[in-house]
């Protein structure tokens, strides 16, 4: 049993139809595919010939066609005779490795601050990212060199109130400096264990969505 | 000989409104309006159908929501807001109005 969607002329059809899509804004390039699925899937049925998948997608028309129609840029790649351009994800790998980069080397401000700015305006510049994915990146790697300073100057001052009490002698002091764990180290240490995993994840997800247009920036000479 | 690209543009000049009549009564999936459509020869290329409701979706002339289908994955089912009902409304008066002119100067210089 074979749906429409898995017959090897439609798996053709829709990838050549995401690779343009990457000329449109995410959401509309998934919206327009999603159209195109539920179209194929209800012009065929199950099983379809040969000769009716074939007619189905002429009648549909080419995909660069329907991302013209959908107002794609015609982009660089166009203007130059098809010719793909290989290095047009170099924003957005500037913009992961500079925040990335300005996050690890947060104790080196000199050099932090300006890849940090320069990491933003890199991100904001970004071709394939939505605005939602923009923001997510601003939000999370853009604060994130921020993030592990505070936290650790918060488990920081935490300690160094012990100490100082410790010194001191009073009797308030003790029941941090006993517990091993204070309740606000631990909660600096969940904070800082979620942030790193949703620093993480942000990244993978802008990487993945990067690398999708980078792929097939390549893959249309076919 | 009519100029192909004379029907082009007519074509896609009223294509965004017979959508919207289409939709005045019942809400439709794609595939139906495509088969609609094409069926009266509004359509060059079956797929260019589906841009355009995207944009009438965001420019809120019609609406959207899923239904599950026999067929395959749910489907998107269009249909009229207000909005769109009222652009339906003012596209009717300026085509018959249109048509009665372009009637008259085509018919009836043949007349005189």
């Known amino acids: 049993m074979m749906t429409a969607l898995d017959h090897p002329l439609v798996q053709d059809y829709l990838r050549r139809l995401h690779e343009e899509a990457v000329r449109l804004p995410v959401d509309e390039g998934r919206e327009l595919e999603a159209q195109i699925r539920e ?59 500079l925040l990335v980069g300005s996050a690890l080397f947060f104790w080196l401000w000199p050099l ?18 939505s605005v939602a994915d923009k923001l997510l990146g601003a939000l999370v790697l853009g604060v994130g060199w921020l993030a592990p300073v505070l936290a650790g100057l918060m488990t920081f001052a935490v300690d160094a109130q012990t100490c100082s009490t410790g010194t001191d002698g009073q009797v308030s002091c003790t029941g941090g400096g006993d517990g091993g764990l204070s309740a606000t180290n631990v909660v600096a240490i969940v904070l800082t264990v979620a942030f790193a995993v949703l620093y993480v994840w942000t990244l993978v997800r802008l990487a993945r969505r990067a690398a999708r247009g980078a792929a097939e920036a390549v893959a249309p000479a076919a | 000989m009519t100029s192909p690209s004379a029907v082009t543009q007519l074509r896609r000049g009223v294509l965004e409104h017979c959508v919207l009549a289409l939709l005045q009564d019942d809400e439709r999936y794609g595939y139906d309006l495509v088969t609609e459509l094409s069926e009266a020869g509004l359509l060059a290329s079956e797929g260019t159908i589906y ?42 008066t300026s085509w018959t109005d249109f048509r009665t002119s372009v009637d008259h100067i085509l018919l009836g210089r043949g007349t005189r």
């Open chain 2, 51 to 92: 841009p355009l409701l995207s944009r009438l979706r965001k420019e809120e002339l019609v609406r959207t929501s899923w239904q599950e289908s026999p067929s395959g994955p749910p489907r998107r089912y269009y249909s009229l807001t207000d909005r769109g009902r009222s652009a339906l409304a003012d596209f009717t």
């Open chain 1, 39 to 97: 179209h194929l899937a209800d012009a065929l049925g199950e099983n379809p010939s040969e000769s009716a998948v074939r007619e189905a997608l002429e009648r549909l028309g080419a995909p660069a066609a329907l991302v013209d129609e959908a107002g794609g840029v015609p982009g660089p790649d166009a203007a130059a005779g098809g010719v793909p351009v290989h290095d047009s994800a170099w924003r957005e790998v500037g913009a992961l490795v």
């Open chain 1, 112 to 129: 932090a601050v300006p890849m940090w700015l320069a990491g933003l305006v890199l991100l904001v510049l970004s071709r394939r990212w």
